[in-house]
């Protein structure tokens, strides 16, 4: 299972689904780094130094910094969706299909609703 580390805006609910589905997920606040004001260039540096690809809603910085600085073990770019069971669901079905998030960026966008 994947080793992540979700950013500090990244919905707990979500980090709480992949656990429940077995992916190694940390918050910055399991690891004494949250309230910090970090930039994402640190939280970028904090993950690649623990081996853990990033969680994040913040898809424009992080993509940004995907280009200026692909050595990282994964970005995960999330939109945010209110059904956070199923983002965690949604999230662990792309993580079951990728064989190495070692300088990825993955995009993981929100289902479009069904026109009723």
């Keep these: 299972m994947a080793r992540l580390l979700a950013d500090e805006n990244f919905p707990l609910p979500v980090v709480e689904e992949l656990r429940r589905l077995g992916h190694g997920v940390l918050t910055l606040r399991d690891i004494g780094q949250a309230g910090q004001a970090l ?14 690809a990033i969680l994040t ?4 910085h992080f993509i940004r910094l995907h280009v200026t600085h692909s050595d990282h073990a994964g970005i995960i770019a999330c939109t945010f969706d209110p059904d956070f069971s199923a983002q965690g669901r949604l999230i662990d079905v792309i993580l079951q299909t990728e064989p190495s998030l070692d300088s990825r960026l993955l995009r993981v966008n929100r289902p479009a609703a069904a026109n009723s």
């Design 39 to 52: 930039s994402d260039e640190a939280v970028l540096a904090v993950a690649r130094a623990q081996q853990r």
């Design 57 to 60: 809603l913040n898809r424009k």
